[in-house]
T-cell receptor
């Protein structure tokens, strides 16, 4: 089956710890994205990457870091600098091109930091 | 600043009724307007999308109406069913930019 996998589905961490969320896709998409979803705020873009070894900050990148060493993988690290990390995190991917293309989303990871 | 404004925040509709969700945008460079459907605990999935060269697009019970001059677009769900109960997001983007700007979402509940 082609698609995007995110693991784990639920993640619990203590305040002050860094945590890395996994995102893998086998759709052969060039572009990958990380969004954060909070109730009543929709989806907000954290980081995106259009090519291996390159990525761009989104609207709320502070306190987060990413890497793109392989086309199919785009892990997100939530650092201790992120003031309010508890949220639902969504990874997405799309093909690249001049036109707009559908973004395919993974099932998400719910992170709870206490 | 919210690039795409969506209303209402929540909506309750009787089975068989019409559900209407509205969105407005400011950036006239936007030329792609998708709607995503999200079930609890899942990622969003593309439902239907429109480009500004048409004023309406219909796929089954789902219709997007687009008003370019008013910079508004809306999703109509005809003959709403309990299985349509989900959160719906409108979004917008422009050619050459892969970023999607999402609305804040509408939680639709269809009661039997």
């Amino acid at each position: 089956d082609g698609g995007i996998t995110q693991s784990p589905k639920y993640l619990f961490r203590k305040e002050g710890q860094n945590v890395t969320l996994s995102c893998e896709q086998n759709l052969n998409h060039d572009a990958m994205y990380w969004y954060r979803q909070d109730p009543g705020q929709g989806l907000r873009l954290i980081y995106y990457s259009q090519i291996v070894n390159d990525f761009q900050k989104g609207d709320i990148a502070e306190g987060y870091s990413v890497s793109r060493e392989k086309k199919e993988s785009f892990p997100l690290t939530v650092t201790s600098a992120q003031k309010n990390p508890t949220a639902f995190y969504l990874c997405a991917s799309s093909i690249m091109g001049g036109q707009n293309y559908e973004q395919y989303f993974g099932p998400g990871t719910r992170l709870t930091v206490t | 600043q919210q690039q795409v404004k969506q209303s209402p925040q929540s909506l309750i509709v009787q089975k068989g009724g019409i559900s209407i969700i509205n969105c407005a945008y400011e950036n006239t460079a936007f030329d792609y307007f998708p709607w995503y459907q999200q079930f609890p605990g899942k990622g969003p999935a593309l439902l239907i999308a429109i480009r500004p060269d048409v004023s309406e697009k219909k796929e089954g019970r789902f219709t997007i109406s687009f008003n370019k001059s008013a910079k508004q677009f809306s999703l109509h769900i005809m003959d709403s069913q309990p299985g349509d109960s989900a959160t719906y997001f409108c979004a917008a983007s422009k050619t050459g930019a892969n970023n999607l700007f999402f609305g804040t979402g509408t939680r639709l509940t269809v009661i039997p």
